[in-house]
């Protein structure tokens, strides 16, 4: 993702959903109607109209979505790179405080007067992005500025509700979650299905499951997932590490699997890719 702003205003295609991370963006996303299961690192939320998540860049994220039910969301992802000087300027950093901080957090607006002012904001910060694509007359002091307005709607939404924490969970949310965060803690070791079962005192169907069911994905995806964004950042973070020593380091049982896999999910290989982010610094 080499743009430092991309909105998407409404948009409401069902596709195929990867678990997924955007190195270096931040994402403000807005749910507004439909059915959608979200999972964030190692929480599920149940997301109702006017939720809004906010992310960092490197919290894996996916939608479970239903194909056969409505979905309609609105995402911006941006580089806080790109707009933090225009922040110190104006002594506003603060306003990236939350998605640092926190690293990923649901506000729950139940769409009230200000979710309603963010989303018209949204939409105009939509046309002038459409428009600044098109090569028409549109400044990017004026993206940022739209941006701005945005993140302070949204820094007033996060004051309003405190920031929501889930409630009492049931038992396939809860089973569900400490799978994930084994795998978190887990996944540069060598896992199995079985193995993660036996380690949480569950059954291996059941895990099997109820983490498809609650996250759309299998135990095995999940597990690849998070070993794929740790090699990403250990590529750019560091980089003269060998390659082979971080595809281990990672989870990795071969330095040829490591190759096959990282090529196929980014589309480049991992010496490219590092060349590529150390490049865009």
Partial sequence: MNEPLRV????????????HSHPDHYEIYFFHSGSCRYLI??????????DLLLMDGMTLHKPNVNPNKEYVRSVIHFSPQWIKGILLEIDSMYLLEVFKKLRHC??????????????????RLYKR???????????????????IQILISVHHLGKLDFIKLPGRKSDKFEHSEKIAEYIQVNYMNKLSLNGIAKALNLSK????????????????????GCRLTQVKYLLEMEP??????????????????????????????????RHIRLNNK
């Fill in 240 to 273: 003269d590490k060998p390659l082979k020593d971080i595809a281990y380091e990672c989870g990795f049982e071969s330095v040829s699997h490591f190759s096959r896999f990282f090529r196929e999910k980014v589309g480049v290989t991992a010496k490219q890719y």
């Fill in 8 to 19: 998407g205003y409404r948009s409401s295609n069902n596709g195929d959903f990867g678990y």
């Fill in 129 to 147: 992005k459409v428009e600044a694509n098109q090569e028409e007359a549109i400044s990017e002091s004026e993206l940022k500025v739209l941006l």
């Fill in 205 to 224: 169907s059941y895990v099997s499951h109820v983490f498809k069911e609650m996250t759309g994905f299998t135990v095995m995806e999940y597990v690849m």
């Fill in 41 to 50: 690192h190692n929480q599920i939320y149940d997301l109702e109209p006017g």
């Fill in 106 to 123: 649901l506000i729950r607006t139940k769409e009230n007067s200000e979710s309603k002012y963010l989303e018209g904001v949204i939409q």
